[in-house]
């Protein structure tokens, strides 16, 4: 069933508008001719291989809120880390880069290799055959008063809807946890200070209520010391034994019936 159609501008047909629609959870684009009759109109499925199954889908943690999502035609880094973080990976290549909020520690765009594109702030895009939307939240309980505006990002990646929270800083109302509801990933801050300590992170999967939870932003060996032990988390997601591992990979339809905890060791 298809929901949600809407006019975009697409790189692959200068001068011209694709249509894109939201079709058994994955975006289905038509173009360039919009005005075609539907029988004309040439639907392609990003993320299908030619067997017709969806493309795995990697996830790489690098350190405090950035992570690198790599799926079949592209690239995704998320929040790119400072080295004030304690972290300082390897410059990275990447097609869209996207900023939750603009503090040094999330917005290193030196992390990137030029060529990317950058999106920054709520909206609906559509990169590279890639859907992204971002909703407004804010960096504290007072509407942003304290530490200023957050970006939530949700990235249909070969039909793996994955969400980063960024430096999210409160419980999510309805209208936001509606908008999450389809959520696969769910990559959450853990490690309090500015941003969800553990028990709020419990409280913002249980809104979500995703497939696999990916904790972030918690204190480890390379960085952000002054945060909160990960322990702390994972207790109040009532787990006592764990194994970090050094990816993830995830392909639609293949996830479990009950919430999984994905541990990942930051690179480097």
């Given at each position: ?72 035609d592209v690239t995704v880094i998320m929040d790119p880390v400072g080295p004030e973080t304690g972290y300082v990976p390897a410059k990275q290549r990447a097609d ?109 999967v249980g809104q979500i209520e995703p497939h696999i939870v990916v904790p972030l932003q918690y204190r480890t060996e390379k960085g952000d010391r002054e945060r ?41």
């Amino acid at each position: 069933m298809a929901e949600r159609a809407r006019f975009v501008t697409d790189a692959r047909w200068p001068g011209s508008r694709a249509l894109v629609a939201r079709v058994n959870g994955h975006t289905v684009y038509w173009g360039p001719d919009v005005d075609a009759e539907p029988s004309r109109a040439v639907p392609s499925c990003a993320g299908i291989s030619a067997n017709g199954r969806f493309s795995m889908a990697e996830i790489k943690w690098l350190g405090h809120a950035c992570v690198r999502l790599r799926g079949r035609d592209v690239t995704v880094i998320m929040d790119p880390v400072g080295p004030e973080t304690g972290y300082v990976p390897a410059k990275q290549r990447a097609d869209i880069v996207t900023v939750s909020h603009p503090h040094p520690g999330h917005r290193h765009l030196e992390l990137v290799r030029p060529g990317y594109r950058l999106v920054e702030g709520p909206g609906e895009y559509e990169i590279k055959g890639t859907f992204i939307t971002g909703i407004r939240t804010y960096h504290d309980t007072e509407h942003g008063k304290r530490f200023g505006k957050n970006t939530v990002y949700v990235v249909d990646l070969d039909g793996v809807q994955v969400c980063h929270l960024g430096d999210l800083g409160h419980p999510l109302n309805e209208e936001q946890a509606e908008l999450l509801s389809d959520v696969d990933v769910l990559l959450v801050p853990v490690g309090g200070g500015t941003t969800l300590d553990a028990d709020r992170a419990v409280e913002v999967v249980g809104q979500i209520e995703p497939h696999i939870v990916v904790p972030l932003q918690y204190r480890t060996e390379k960085g952000d010391r002054e945060r909160d032990p990960l322990e702390r988390f994972m207790r109040a997601m009532g787990i006592t034994e764990w194994k970090a591992q050094e990816s993830l990979s995830v392909r639609k339809g293949e996830f479990g019936e009950a919430v999984e905890v994905v541990v990942l060791v930051p690179d480097p």
